[in-house]
T-cell receptor, first 113, second 116 residues
């Protein structure tokens, strides 16, 4: 596996609380991505980063923010969690010199009650 | 803009039978095409990809896919299914020119079951 870790791996939280998920890579890839996976929807891009402090929105960015202060870390924050944000969240890394191939982390399972 | 359609959310085959998972794409720029596999409770793993060159692409675990531009298809095949192939398979497309079009767009996935 590419050197990608996600923390926490599982989290249960209550509606209205802030939640931060962390993605850490040891591969020095420029691009990092956050996806959510829901049954019947495949993977949908939330936000991505193309360098330190350089981020952009994806398909389903409402209710989420991200930060990247170091090459190796990409944080996803749910400012005020809602039940619709219950999902499995995947981080991915990529280097576009390899033809857009992305490598995925193990995922974080989030339950918002 | 790009989009991906995977025909069949569930496919069931017998062990030893041909596996065929269908993927059609739409892209306004030359596409890069990918197949990923996801085993239960794991992340996605790259099976194979097409960027340029030979249109028949071989991947891991005996899988291959053929890029057919005229049919806008990238179907995944394996001649003989193994029990260990049971997983969910995702087709994805990105634009060859990079930028935001370089992001991956995924299909909704096809869950493959293999019967003994």
């Amino acid at each position: 596996d590419a050197g990608i870790t996600q923390s926490p791996r599982h989290k249960v939280t209550e509606t209205g609380t802030p939640v931060t998920l962390r993605c850490h890579q040891t591969e020095n890839h420029r691009y990092m991505y956050w996806y959510r996976q829901d049954p019947g929807h495949g993977l949908r891009l939330i936000h991505y980063s193309y360098g330190v402090k350089d981020t952009d929105k994806g398909e389903v960015s409402d209710g989420y923010s991200v930060s990247r202060s170091k090459t190796e870390d990409f944080l996803l924050t749910l400012e005020s969690a809602t039940s619709s944000q219950t999902s499995v969240y995947f981080c991915a890394i990529g280097d576009r010199t390899t033809g857009e191939t992305q490598y995925f982390g193990p995922g974080t399972r989030l339950l918002v009650l | 803009a790009q989009s991906v359609t995977q025909l069949g959310s569930h496919v069931s085959v017998s062990e030893g039978a041909l596996v065929l998972l269908r993927c059609n794409y739409s892209s306004s720029v030359p596409p890069y095409l990918f197949w990923y596999v996801q085993y239960p409770n794991q992340g996605l793993q790259l099976l194979l990809k097409y960027t340029t060159g030979a249109t028949l692409v071989k991947g891991i675990n005996g899988f291959e896919a053929e890029f057919k531009k005229s049919e806008t298809s990238f179907h995944l095949t394996k001649p003989s299914a193994h029990m260990s192939d049971a997983a969910e398979y995702f087709c994805a497309v990105s634009g060859a020119y990079g930028g935001s079009q370089g992001n991956l767009i995924f299909g909704k996935g096809t869950k493959l079951s293999v019967k003994p």
